[in-house]
Every structure is written in structure tokens, then in C-alpha cells.
């Protein structure tokens, strides 16, 4: 328990910084293209504040993912024994993905305004996305590998015969890494666009903010229609390839057509009863086939020491709660300020800083639905997690530890992003795309 704890609180740390550090590098790059394509120097700015912070957030990412990597080795070793060979292609690559995005981050920091061309020093922000956007996917082909192992043999206990492309890309990945970078994408753009909307809260309305607000609530709305897109595709995969997770998420008890989808409720687990919940006829056969009288597979089916624990039927249920009001919010801002001609008032601002929390807790609610709803294996149909587990007895010790190293990695961080948010906007006194000038 405690080495689950510790990894636990470890992926829920990191993937913070992760979500950002994914996340970030899309919206800069748009800000500067726009601010050169407009030739208007507040997106330039945005990009340069937001530049700023997100190397808060790599530098974090960076040690904290280091002790997800130092953990898998030390906490479960039979699982890094037994998998280890299979999945270590994309381990390695993920950290060729980290350098190559880490080289060019430094590159794009450190040449602002130092070419005639302003086009040339926004093409390095291109291989920022694309190192920062490969490290999630390869890490997530990781985790799918989990969930969907293949490309490999068990003889003896043991791996053979191990072909680590197909490994990792399993029937799992491409649900789970869609999934990870457009959820990344989507909270990322509310995180920004909270900053943003807190501004305009606290009477700042200047120029630069209703246009960082305008910017990143269009990305948050595109990336989180793209989220729900491919949640209805990890639904169709959980249907498919772990009919267990997605009846337990539902509280889908007896194999049927025309299952409904149930939402919230209380569950009498003795005798399956369901009160106070609220049911969608047909939409669960429709998320699982693509019908209204698709056959959905139920828990009953699935002896009962294989089945995940049922309150992830909760965390299922916060995860599209939250990705519906990541779509309202945005949708209800523009239909005031097109057809209505209306600013948003001190209200909707509010419902815009509070997407960027809810849009974190849905990325931990996610994860923690996949890890938990994985259980009891970690590498489902060949090992569960009882047998992986280190037997060590100083878990609790570095459980101990490591909470104070991400308590004081969380206050240092908090505090430098607050500093650099507290600074001033200060427009560029020269500013290359407008005034067609030297670069200095």
C-alpha cells in the first residue's frame, strides 16, 4: 500500500507540470505567429510572459519525472524484471524526445529578436512542441503497453521473442496518447486563459488581456472538442479490449443491447440496486458500438477478484462532468461576445478561472481512472500488482521523503510563477515584424 501511495503521489505531482510542459509550448507558438502575422507585439508578449513560465514548469517536470523513473525500478521491480526489455524502446526514446525539446527551449529562449526575419525565430518553437508532444506520447505508449500488452512471448515466467514496435503500438495507444495531449492542450489553454480572466476580474481590462482571454478560451474550446472526440474513442477501446473497466465505470452489471449510461447515483453493491442517478437511455450501447442496440459486455461476467473497485464509476463521472463545462464555458463566452456584443461579465470570469483547477482535476481524475481501474494487474493478463511490489520495509520512510521534496518543489515553483505573473506588461520598444527595423 504505501509503494502504491508514493506512486500515486508521485504521478499526481508530476503530471501537473507534465499537462503544462505538453500543453504550453502549442499555445507560445501560436501567440508569436499571430503576433507576427498580425503584427501586433501583445501576442509577441504573451508568448515571451509565457515562455517564462513554462520553463518553471520543464524544470519541475524534469525531477519530478526522474522520481517516476527511479521509482518504477526501485518500488516494482518484478514488473521492470519481467516488462523492462519490452517497454524500454520508447523509455529511451522518451528521453531522446526530453533533450531534443530541451535543446531548441534554450535555443528559442535565447534568440528573441535577434533575426531580420522574425518567421525564423518562431520556426524554433516547432521542435519545442514537437519534443514536449512525442515525450507524452511515448511515455502514454507505456502505459498502453500496460493495459494492452503485446509484442512479446511468456515462456517460463519470463519475456521472449520481443518485438518492441509492437509493443508499443498496442490496441491502447492510440485511444490513451490521443487522449493525454488533447486533454494536455485543453487544460493548458485554461490555465492561461484563467490568468488572463483574473486580470479582467481585478479591473486590469487592457488590450493585452481581453486578447490573451480571446486566444487561449478559442484553443481551450478546439482542444477540448478534441478531448471529447477521442474520449468517445478510449470508450469504444475499454469496450472492446477492457469491458470490465468500462462496465465497472458505468455499474453495468448484466450483458446487454440498449444499455443505458448511468450518471452519479448510489450503489448497493449487495444487491446492484442504483438510486438517485441520472440514466441516458441507449448512450452507453452508443459509446460502446456506435449503435442504439449495441451488446455491452457486464461485470457479472468477471469473476469477482478480477473486477476494478466500483467507485470508479465517480471519477468517470468527474471526468465528463468537467470536459462538458470545458466546452460550455468557452461556448457561452463567445455566443455573448459575437451575436450578443457583450463583454463577459465578473460571473463568467469567474467560470472561466474556475476551468483551469477543474481541468487539472479532471487530468488527475483521468489518470487515477486508468491506474485504478487497470487493478488488480499492473500488466492486465500476466501480472497484478501484489506480485510486482518491492519487498523492501523503508517504503514508508521514502514516502515520508519524498512528500517534503514535492512540498518544497511545490511552494518554490508556486512562488516563482507568481513573481513572474506579477511583473508588468511591457510592449518591446522595437518590435521587428511592425517596424520592419534592424533586429538588435
Not at 498580425?38 to 509577441?44: A, G, L, N, Q
Not at 526522474?66 to 518504477?72: A, D, F, N, R, V
Not at 529511451?92 to 525564423?120: C, D, H, M, Q, S
Not at 463567445?334 to 463577459?344: C, G, I, N, T, Y
Request: aromatic fraction near 14%; proline fraction near 5%; charged fraction near 15%.
Amino acid at each position: 500500500m504505501y509503494a502504491r501511495i508514493l506512486t500515486s503521489l508521485t504521478l499526481g505531482f508530476h503530471i501537473i507540470f507534465a499537462v503544462l510542459g505538453v500543453g504550453i509550448p502549442v499555445l507560445i507558438s501560436i501567440a508569436e505567429w499571430l503576433g507576427i502575422r498580425k503584427k501586433d507585439p501583445r501576442y509577441t508578449q504573451m508568448a515571451k510572459r509565457w515562455s517564462k513560465g513554462f520553463t518553471v514548469t520543464v524544470a519541475v517536470g524534469v525531477v519530478t519525472g526522474t522520481c517516476i523513473g527511479l521509482q518504477l525500478s526501485l518500488l516494482w521491480p518484478s514488473f521492470m524484471k519481467t516488462a523492462g526489455e519490452a517497454i524500454a524502446l520508447p523509455l529511451f526514446l522518451e528521453t531522446f524526445a526530453f533533450f531534443f525539446e530541451a535543446i531548441f527551449l534554450g535555443v528559442y529562449l535565447y534568440t528573441w529578436n535577434r533575426f531580420k526575419n522574425p518567421y525564423l525565430h518562431w520556426a524554433f518553437s516547432i521542435p519545442v512542441i514537437i519534443g514536449s508532444t512525442a515525450s507524452a506520447f511515448f511515455i502514454m505508449t507505456v502505459n498502453a503497453f500496460m493495459n494492452a500488452p503485446q509484442g512479446f512471448s511468456l515462456e517460463n515466467g519470463s519475456i521472449v521473442a520481443i518485438e518492441p514496435l509492437q509493443a508499443m503500438f498496442n490496441a491502447a495507444t492510440p485511444s490513451k496518447a490521443g487522449h493525454m495531449i488533447f486533454s494536455s492542450y485543453a487544460t493548458s489553454a485554461f490555465v492561461l486563459a484563467a490568468l488572463a480572466a483574473y486580470k479582467l476580474l481585478r479591473g486590469n481590462a487592457t488590450a493585452y488581456y481581453k486578447k490573451a482571454l480571446q486566444l487561449t478560451l478559442s484553443l481551450a474550446l478546439i482542444f477540448s472538442l478534441g478531448t471529447a472526440l477521442w474520449g468517445d474513442i478510449a470508450g469504444k477501446y475499454l469496450a472492446k479490449h477492457q469491458p470490465e473497466k468500462l462496465a465497472a465505470a458505468e455499474w453495468h452489471f448484466e450483458t446487454k443491447g440498449e444499455a443505458e449510461l448511468i450518471f452519479g447515483g448510489v450503489l448497493d453493491e449487495e444487491t446492484h440496486e442504483i438510486k438517485y442517478a441520472l440514466r441516458l437511455p441507449y448512450a452507453l450501447s452508443v459509446l460502446a458500438t456506435n449503435t442504439l442496440d449495441g451488446e455491452v459486455k457486464g461485470l457479472n461476467e468477471v469473476p469477482e477478484d478480477l473486477r476494478p473497485p466500483l467507485f470508479i464509476h465517480y471519477l468517470f463521472d468527474g471526468m465528463v462532468a468537467i470536459g462538458g463545462y470545458m466546452i460550455i464555458v468557452p461556448v457561452w463566452y463567445f455566443v455573448r461576445k459575437k451575436w450578443l456584443k457583450k463583454e463577459a461579465s465578473p460571473w463568467e470570469l469567474m467560470f472561466i478561472i474556475g476551468g483551469a483547477p477543474l481541468a487539472m482535476l479532471a487530468i488527475e481524475l483521468g489518470w487515477i481512472f486508468t491506474e485504478i481501474g487497470r487493478q488488480p494487474w499492473i500488466l492486465v493478463g500476466y501480472m497484478k500488482t501484489t506480485h510486482a511490489v518491492t519487498s523492501a520495509t523503508n517504503v514508508g520512510e521514502m514516502l515520508a521523503l519524498f512528500s517534503l521534496l514535492y512540498l518544497f518543489l511545490a511552494v518554490v515553483s508556486t512562488s516563482i510563477l507568481l513573481r513572474i505573473y506579477k511583473q508588468p506588461v511591457v510592449m518591446d520598444k522595437v518590435y521587428p515584424s511592425v517596424t520592419g527595423g534592424e533586429s538588435r
